[in-house]
């Protein structure tokens, strides 16, 4: 079946822009996770849906992010005026419940010019 | 604080060989005690895990080994092949409401044909 899928794969903005990074989960799955990894590291912590509300949001570094899920599926990180230090790879995880194995997207690398 | 230190950083194995990766960890609300693989451009994906009533659990070429007093963990990759070259990471959950994954800094393991 269809794994967690990520859009766009890559996004370059410039310093100041505004951007979006899309997650489709699996379907049924009711747990989605975003974190970010940065290179050579590995992935931190940003926010937790269980269903459509942001269960656990302690992982977002400050409120210049944002995320979203209004229907219980597809979940939007919403980072705005972007820095340099934004760039990473922004993975999204879905899990069947919460305490379940969690599948990983593929990423959405991010690059802030 | 770092709760999760991983070693070694980089790791070079011949064919045939074994693989060896520690974990140790300080958070004692960790209650689940994954490795993760991650091939370049893919997201993680869960390997191996334990949970800590038992010390060892094997699957096919792969261990685990859990030392709940030292708060310490290691996978062993035995009769590593060329395939096996990926980033390894421990992760080990949280036994929060959120059940986030904390991730090492990653063991990058090539292995020599």
């Known amino acids: ?113 | 604080q770092q709760q999760v230190k991983q070693s070694p950083q980089s790791l070079i194995v011949q064919k045939g060989g074994i693989s060896i990766i520690n974990c140790a960890y300080e958070n004692t609300a960790f209650d689940y005690f994954p490795w993760y693989q991650q091939f370049p451009g893919k997201g993680p994906a869960l390997l191996i895990a334990i949970r800590p009533d038992v010390s060892e659990k094997k699957e096919g070429r792969f261990t685990i080994s859990f030392n709940k007093s030292a708060k310490q963990f290691s996978l062993h990759i035995m009769d590593s092949q060329p395939g096996d070259s990926a980033t390894y990471f421990c992760a080990p959950r949280a036994s929060g409401s959120a059940r986030q994954l904390t991730f090492g800094s990653g063991t990058q393991l090539t292995v020599l044909p």
């Open chain 1, 1 to 113: 079946g269809a794994g967690v899928s990520q859009t766009p794969s890559n996004k370059v903005t410039e310093k100041g822009k505004y951007v979006e990074l899309r997650c489709d989960p699996i379907s049924g799955h009711t747990a989605l996770y975003w974190y970010r990894q940065s290179l050579g590291q590995g992935p931190e912590f940003l926010i937790y849906f269980q269903g459509t509300g942001a269960a656990d949001d302690s992982g977002l570094p400050n409120d210049r992010f944002f995320a979203v899920r209004p229907e219980g599926s597809v979940s939007t990180l919403k980072i705005q005026r972007t820095e340099r230090g934004d760039s990473a790879v922004y993975l999204c995880a879905s899990s069947p419940g919460t305490g379940s194995e969690q599948y990983f997207g593929p990423g959405t690398r991010l690059t802030v010019t």
